[in-house]
């Protein structure tokens, strides 16, 4: 893809504690038991179009980092500078509405990292955020080069990095047989939790350099990896094992394709990836919080029974999934109310509490959510965190 890089452009969880909630029916189609040219003036940057195979971006940016704190104002107050978010998959979904709350705010610049350029681009537009309010770079989180490469391009923009996002996902329910990132890994997998732990890792210096007041980490999680919850139980329920399957590098060849060494469930790989994401951010806030005063966070941010999520779902699926969502489970949150509940994960200086899995109640309140005994495994937290790192070429 020609990359153009331009800067005009982007209840809650319901516990029944414990296992054993899943009844044995179809669900909607499921069987639910047995189982650049970048142009920045206001940012005084300037970069020139590159066409790449592995979509290069060369930025030539003017340094932008200012101190976090300006006392330059003429009422003598002091400001805070405008506050820099990469968000991954901010090309539909919560993705995007978190980007446009966060936008909307005038407090925040997003980074949107995404894989489909015009798709990010278009949609930012419909969106109806400031051109000046974001800057998209391409990603694509099942390619490690791409991951390295987009590292590579924020840093060349010269913005401070405050916060990250890790929300882009795939989720393959109803593929037959398993398909792979550029790696061989997976890919809900590769994608979900191998792609973004890459990221993660290599931002965390990013972040630790930034001077804003509350720099944070966040991992989306979701309530159907935690098999506390009744959603979490509706089979294929999550299970990473013993994790032989990653460790055998989820190929497919002389390892299963499955963390838990399993046959191939695409539904199962994507729950699977959550825990990961979850376990992950936890191992983030043992291993870093104290020295680099990151905040890492999770969440559930509801059941966006609308997003592009479901595209690979039947259309049945598709039809019934949102009412049944609005009117049975009353998980159902808007994608405009869930972008706001991640916003608020970025930004709100009441959430700054690490190493946290937040879920909102049916007010619409934050609270800190228990995680299932999988999800909240330290030891299984630092078996997946060591072999993920071996991996993605960082041990
Ligand atoms: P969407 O499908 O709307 O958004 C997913 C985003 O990820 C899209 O922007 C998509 O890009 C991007 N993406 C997919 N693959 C890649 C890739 N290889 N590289 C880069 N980006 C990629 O789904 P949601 O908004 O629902 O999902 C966002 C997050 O929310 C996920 O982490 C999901 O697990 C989580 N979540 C969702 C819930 C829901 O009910 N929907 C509930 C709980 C958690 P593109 O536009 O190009 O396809
Ligand atoms: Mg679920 C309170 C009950 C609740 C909640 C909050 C969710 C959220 N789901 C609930 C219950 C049920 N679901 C029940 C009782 C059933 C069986 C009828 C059911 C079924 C179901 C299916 C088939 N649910 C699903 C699917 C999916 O394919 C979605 C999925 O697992 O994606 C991984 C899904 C979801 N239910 C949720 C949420 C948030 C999802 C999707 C997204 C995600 O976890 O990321």
Known sequence: ?????????????????KEGAAKDSAFLGVRVADGLKLETSALGLRTKRVN??????????????????????????????????IITGASSGLGLATAKALAETGKWHVIMGCRDFLKASRAAKAAGMDKDSYTIVHLDLASLDSVRQFVKNVRQLEMPVD??????????????????????????????????????????????????????????GSITGNTNTLAGNVPPKANLGDLRGLAGGLNGVGSSVMIDGGEFDGAKAYKDSKVCNMLTMQEFHRRYHEDTGVT???????CIATTGLFREHIPLFRLLFPPFQKYITKGYVSEEEAGKRLAQVVSDPSLTKSGVYWSWNKNSASFENQLSEE?????????????????????
């Open 163 to 220: 916060v990250v996002v890790c929300n882009a996902a795939v989720y393959q329910p109803t593929a037959k047989e398993p398909s792979f990132t550029a790696d061989g890994f997976e890919m809900s997998v590769g994608v979900n939790h191998l792609g973004h732990f890459l990221l993660a890792r290599e931002l965390l210096s990013d972040l630790q350099s930034s001077d804003y007041p509350s720099k944070r980490l966040i991992i989306v």
């Open 375 to 395: 999800a909240s495994d330290a030891d299984k937290a630092k078996k997946l965190w060591e072999i993920s790192e071996k991996l993605v070429g960082l041990a």
């Open 1 to 17: 893809m020609a990359l153009q890089t331009a800067t005009s452009f982007l209840p809650s969880a319901l516990s029944a504690r």
């Open 52 to 85: 790449t195979s592995s979509v290069a971006i060369r930025a030539q940016a003017a340094a932008v980092s200012s101190p976090s704190v300006t006392p330059a104002s003429p009422s003598g107050k002091k400001t805070l500078r405008k506050g820099t978010a």
């Open 296 to 302: 890492f966070a999770s969440l559930y941010p509801g």
